[in-house]
T-cell receptor
Framework: AQSVTQPDIHITVSEGASLELRCNYSYGATPYLFWYVQSPGQGLQLLLKYFSGDTLVQGIKGFEAEFKRSQSSFNLRKPSVHWSDAAEYFCAVGRNDMRFGAGTRLTVKP | KAGVTQTPRYLIKTRGQQVTLSCSPISGHRSVSWYQQTPGQGLQFLFEYFSETQRNKGNFPGRFSGRQFSNSRSEMNVSTLELGDSALYLC??????????????FGPGTRLTVT
């Protein structure tokens, strides 16, 4: 069965610091992997996606993620966090029946 | 290009009633998926429609149903509402289903409160 684990429920980083959000997945076939961001009261915005090919994918807002098949991971990174990045981040696996992780809430300290 | 739109944005219903939510996908998108988001269960997949056919269904009771029209607009219906149905219902559309160009774009959601 497909599933996604985001081990960190809440992360706090200082503005300007680097960020890494963890995601581990379980999927029977070649996974389609996604990262979404959700601001309070809003829908989900797609940050980036991985289908195949280059394992390092670039997304919007300066985010990137690396697919590591051997570790079943798809961690999200950003070299320098901005206050506007404070939101909830969701990793997802699947196709049109996506399974989402529980989310990681990011707080950015000034 | 306009994004995914959902109506209504907010809804308050009483236990036992039924409700219909509407979703208009991005122009040209043929797949619509529905998700339920609650604080306790997180984001859960309800069902997906592609070209008016239900392609996938999540693990929800039969009270939850949906349909898709020929213009790709979709509705979901919940009958005999329970308090636990209070949630944010999100609709997502994509060009295709199950292929590499099937990334989903989400609407703002409908906030349903059952009293």
């Amino acid at each position: 069965a497909q599933s996604v684990t985001q081990p960190d429920i809440h992360i706090t980083v200082s503005e300007g610091a680097s960020l890494e959000l963890r995601c581990n997945y379980s999927y029977g076939a070649t996974p389609y992997l996604f990262w979404y961001v959700q601001s309070p009261g809003q829908g989900l915005q797609l940050l980036l996606k991985y289908f195949s090919g280059d394992t390092l994918v670039q997304g919007i807002k300066g985010f990137e993620a690396e697919f590591k098949r051997s570790q079943s991971s798809f961690n999200l990174r950003k070299p320098s966090v901005h206050w506007s990045d404070a939101a909830e981040y969701f990793c997802a696996v699947g196709r049109n029946d996506m399974r989402f992780g529980a989310g990681t809430r990011l707080t950015v300290k000034p | 290009k306009a994004g995914v739109t959902q109506t209504p944005r907010y809804l308050i219903k009483t236990r036992g009633q039924q409700v219909t939510l509407s979703c208009s996908p991005i122009s040209g998108h043929r797949s619509v998926s529905w998700y339920q988001q609650t604080p306790g269960q997180g984001l859960q997949f309800l069902f997906e429609y592609f070209s008016e056919t239900q392609r996938n269904k999540g693990n929800f009771p039969g009270r939850f149903s949906g349909r898709q029209f020929s213009n790709s607009r979709s509705e979901m219906n919940v009958s005999t509402l329970e308090l636990g149905d209070s949630a944010l219902y999100l609709c997502a559309s994509s060009l295709a289903s199950g292929t590499p160009n099937s990334e989903q774009y989400f609407g703002p959601g409908t906030r349903l409160t059952v009293t």
